[in-house]
């Protein structure tokens, strides 16, 4: 291994003897990972985030930038080539100024610890981010970042003001020392294309004191193929104060006989009474009542929506690390016509199949349909009725890596099943949803006519506008990965 003359006062340094030390969120990456990274450093201040780049340029290595660990594909913490990573878990201060309503939030900080931190300082604010809640905010936000304010108020990134990057050259730039080029390209084009976050500057929003959530299950003899038929008419035209997931997933009714329960999960700016008046003028089907639905805090509802039980403390946001990892192959869809019944029947036996698999289907409209897809690098806004994840999961005892080649091709064999009913030319991703199978550069290599395929698919006609601003900012692609963006500059490879 190469000595490495890494001079950083006082950051963490160390050579990983074993790859299984990685910290990662999904353990399937590091089964079959091939290589371990040269070294790791873990920064405890700015400046060891700028001596990284500086001193992997002088050795050749690439650097992976980790805040939370949940890139879907392990490309924050792995690579086939020469590698470092810079894990920035330790920068995670939230420094927020209620008399502006605006925060300044690291990059290593978790969506859970943002959400616990404004809660301290007031009742009626909150943020659009995820439901995970140990998301980091450096990744979840550049990727677009969205949660269930997302109809009400878009994504994170619109809701972003400023922020702090390490360019190519070390240096730290904000708004306007970057220009609006570069702030615009890492609204939603993934940062790690242009340089590494350090923190953003964010912009609270206003919620009630009170606020309802529900969760009505509902299997295929009870109407749910008929309730998810109508729930893709109605969940994007609802008041932008009301947000209803659909999930499906198949479950064994007794007997070893197998069926699908979909779960439809709302969360409504408001109080009970308005909601269950609202609901049976726009979604009577559903029968939604008043003893379905539990009022809490803004913050009490990210616990509900995190997956905890109902009266878990809040103090669990405070969390960094997922409490249960299983190993998974996840792939989007974005929706931009209703699937018929006969799709969704179509869907269902694929489910049953696969057996260990969850579906989610979140919603658009309302702030989203508003939002001009040029805006920020996030493309995927009006049109949308739906955006859809294909969570293919399995453990250890399945067969551990030996399992994941079935599973994978499991998963692969329901996207395909999709594709008469999902977006086309091209068909839609998110990159937040990391998938390698769209398309990808393997071993370094720089082939631009293979990144237009994956970016068309995450970034539609902003990734034209993306490759201009990397050749602006990065123009000999020290930040690069299997997927990211290219400098327009570079000719295509034949």
Not at 471 to 489: G, R, Y
Request: contains cysteine.
């Amino acid at each position: 291994m190469k000595t490495l003359n890494f001079t950083i006062p006082t950051a963490s340094i160390f050579v990983l003897l074993s790859i299984s030390l990685l910290r990662a969120n999904n353990p399937r990456i590091l089964l079959s990972a091939t290589s371990a990274p040269q070294a790791i450093i873990t920064a405890l201040h700015p400046s060891h985030a700028q001596a990284t780049v500086v001193c992997a340029k002088r050795h050749g290595f690439q650097v992976r930038i980790r805040s939370g660990g949940h890139d879907f594909e392990g490309l924050s913490y792995t690579s086939d080539v020469p590698f470092v990573i810079l894990d920035l878990f330790n920068l995670r201060s939230i420094d927020i100024d209620m008399a502006s309503e605006t925060a300044w939030v690291q990059a290593g900080a978790t969506t859970g610890q943002l959400y616990y931190r404004i809660a301290e300082k007031s009742k009626v604010h909150g943020f659009p981010a995820g439901t995970c809640t140990t998301l980091g905010i450096g990744g979840h936000f550049s990727g677009g970042g969205y949660g269930f304010l997302m109809r009400k108020y878009g994504l994170s990134i619109d809701n972003v003001i400023d922020a702090q990057l390490i360019d190519a050259n070390g240096r730290i730039l904000n708004r306007e020392s970057m220009g609006e080029d570069v702030f615009w390209a890492i609204k939603g084009g993934g940062t790690t294309s242009f340089g590494i976050i350090l923190s953003w500057r964010i912009k609270l929003v206003r919620v009630p004191p009170r606020v309802t959530v529900f969760t009505l299950q509902r299997t295929l003899d009870q109407g749910a193929t008929e309730l998810a038929y109508r729930w893709q008419q109605v969940a994007p035209t609802l008041p932008k104060d009301l947000f209803i997931r659909l999930q499906s997933e198949p479950i064994n009714n007794g007997s070893n006989n197998k069926t699908i329960r979909v779960s439809f999960t709302g969360h409504f700016l408001g109080q009970t009474d308005r909601l269950v008046r609202l609901m049976n003028v726009n979604f009577p089907e559903l029968g939604l009542e008043v003893s379905n639905c539990l009022e809490m805090s803004w913050v009490e509802s990210t616990v509900y929506w995190g997956g905890f039980s109902n009266g878990t403390s809040i103090d669990v946001l405070l969390n960094s690390v997922p409490a249960n990892q299983v190993l998974y192959k996840t792939k989007s869809d974005y929706y931009k016509a209703v699937i018929p019944e006969q799709g969704l029947e179509k869907l269902w036996e694929e489910l049953m199949d696969i057996g260990n698999i969850i579906v989610q289907m979140n919603p658009y409209g309302g702030r989203m349909e508003e939002i001009s897809e040029s805006e920020t690098a996030f493309a995927h806004r009006g049109g949308n009725l739906f955006k859809a994840q294909y969570t293919v999961h399995w453990t250890e005892s399945d067969g551990g890596i030996g399992a994941e080649g079935r599973y994978v091709n499991l998963s692969r064999r329901l996207y395909s099943t999709m594709a008469p009913y999902a977006s086309s030319n091209p068909r839609e991703a998110f990159v937040n949803y990391r998938d390698l199978d769209i398309g990808s550069n393997e071993r370094g290599e720089t082939g631009f006519d293979v990144a237009k395929v994956y970016g068309a698919k995450y970034f539609r006609n902003n990734f034209i506008r993306l490759a201009g601003v990397k050749a602006m900012v990065d123009p000999q692609n020290f930040f690069k990965n299997e997927q990211s963006i290219l400098p327009l500059t570079i000719p295509p490879v034949h």
